[in-house]
């Protein structure tokens, strides 16, 4: 028995150092050397941690593993982000807000004029608003491949006809492509934008034709109130010191769960915050959208890419969007 322990206990071992091997590889490649050293460290690191697990005896390997890899660690955590590089001019300029108790004064609302997806006039603008005049938080789901997952971006309402939307995204520098991949290693800069509807949601429905789908969340104030501070708080942290990026662990839906975990009572992991194209499935079995209607019923009435379309220089635009969606109560969380 204590042979089948030690065997099974050796056997997880190596999993979890060929796991460490494996991540090894592209974060050294994706690091911050030269291209041309890259291909070479990489595979430099690998063939180190590898050898090391070939050598005869476990004190052995993990008196060389060890210490190697700890060195990787120390220089991949060393790589600092920025906010001074060669940015794409829509994540040029950072947002940030200035609160003054109940008044709320957001700076750089982006507001680009889109000709085509990569062709495109920045336009910025301020707004103020009263958080007690916050009245709805709305979910946009943005499917670009896959239907496993998604792009998810938070929309606040003030008032009866003014919106606000947050988008959670990389912050990418000229010439720069998105890479989920890459998104793991430290490549791209953390950016919160904050944006005009007709600039977030026409780009992905009329520019890149990917489908966009709108849910009314369920409200509830004391909840709503301190989650959007805690959307503010964060730009204004970011404006003052740049973070990364990270496709696990800080994305558009991890970091939505991350603001409103405080102030909700159910917060639960679900695998679907990762594997997000189905997040919307989850908020209806959490009651945070309208049940009154089949999920499918909801989820096809919600496709938005038609509204977007024809609306598009509407001036009420945000409301064309919302027209005869259903709206559900007051949220419990």
């Not at 050796?10 to 590889?25: E, F, K, R, S």
Request: proline share 5%; with cysteine; hydrophobic share 45%.
């Amino acid at each position: 028995m204590r042979k089948l322990v030690r065997i099974g206990a050796q056997a997880l071992l190596y999993v979890v150092l060929l796991g460490a091997v494996l991540w090894t590889v592209p974060a050294v490649y994706y690091g911050d050397l030269p291209q041309f050293w890259r291909v070479p460290a990489a595979v430099a690191a690998g063939a180190l941690l590898l050898g090391a697990l070939m050598l005869r005896g476990w004190r052995m390997r993990l008196a060389v593993f060890g210490p190697a890899f700890f060195l990787i660690l120390v220089w991949w955590f060393a790589l600092e982000p920025s906010n001074t590089r060669d940015w794409q001019p829509d994540v040029a300029i950072l947002p940030r807000a200035e609160i003054n108790g109940d008044l709320i004064t957001l700076r750089n609302i982006r507001n680009c004029e889109y000709t085509s997806e990569t062709q495109y006039t920045v336009n910025h603008y301020d707004k103020t608003v009263r958080l007690s005049q916050l009245k709805a938080v709305d979910l946009f789901l943005v499917y670009w491949g896959s239907p496993l997952i998604a792009h998810t971006m938070l929309s606040f309402q003030f008032g009866d006809d003014d919106f606000v939307c947050v988008s959670i995204e990389t912050r990418k520098t000229v010439d720069e492509e998105y890479s989920a991949l890459r998104g793991f290693f430290r490549q791209y800069e953390l950016i919160y934008v904050l944006a005009d509807e007709r600039d977030l949601v026409r780009l992905r429905t009329n520019f890149r034709n990917e489908d966009v789908y709108l849910y009314r969340l369920a409200f509830n104030p004391d909840v709503a109130g301190p989650v959007f501070l805690q959307y503010l708080r964060q730009i204004n942290e970011l404006y003052a010191r740049p973070q990364w990026y990270n496709a696990l662990i800080s994305n558009c839906t991890t970091n939505i769960r991350g603001h409103a975990r405080p102030y909700t009572s159910d917060a639960r992991i679900d695998w679907r915050m990762l594997v997000n194209g189905f997040v919307d499935e989850m908020a209806y079995e959490r009651g945070m959208l309208d049940t009154r209607l089949p999920f499918t019923e909801l989820k096809r009435i919600s496709h938005i890419n038609a509204r977007a379309r024809a609306f598009g220089d509407d001036p009420d635009f945000s409301l064309r969007l919302r027209d005869g969606l259903p709206t559900p109560g007051v949220s419990a969380f």
